[in-house]
Nanobody, 119 residues
Framework: QLQLVESGGGLVQPGGSLRLSCAAS????????IGWFRQAPGKEREGVSC????????NYADSVRGRFTISRDNAKTTVNLQMNSLTPEDTAVFYC????????????WGQGTQVTVAS
């Protein structure tokens, strides 16, 4: 069974940092573009960042650009989202998703990890 598992969420104070990781079970992430999404209470899910399968192309939402960094590890077994200068507006459930080559849709999704920014 193909699964994605997120980790690294938690409670952090405003201005703090967290590092989320996305790992695959049952397949390798190497040939997939990976996206990070988030959904805050009462809001629609929004795209946060994505990275191409080769790792050379990344994109960020305007709300996180300059604060978040997406990366793949050298073995391409995980995709990480380093989040700095967190604000309460970043509070959400964060999900990673895998986009197969040639597919228009993110076919695989993780269960999500909660990020709470509060003092």
């Amino acid at each position: 069974q193909l699964q994605l598992v997120e980790s690294g969420g938690g409670l952090v104070q405003p201005g703090g940092s967290l590092r989320l990781s996305c790992a695959a079970s049952g397949f390798t992430l190497e040939y997939y573009a990976i996206g990070w999404f988030r959904q805050a209470p009462g809001k629609e899910r929004e795209g946060v960042s994505c990275i191409a399968s080769g790792g050379g192309t990344t994109n960020y939402a305007d709300s996180v650009r300059g604060r978040f960094t997406i990366s793949r590890d050298n073995a391409k077994t995980t995709v990480n989202l380093q989040m700095n200068s967190l604000t309460p507006e970043d509070t959400a459930v964060f999900y990673c998703a895998a986009l197969p080559l040639g597919s228009p849709n993110y076919d695989y999704w993780g269960q999500g990890t909660q990020v709470t920014v509060a003092s």
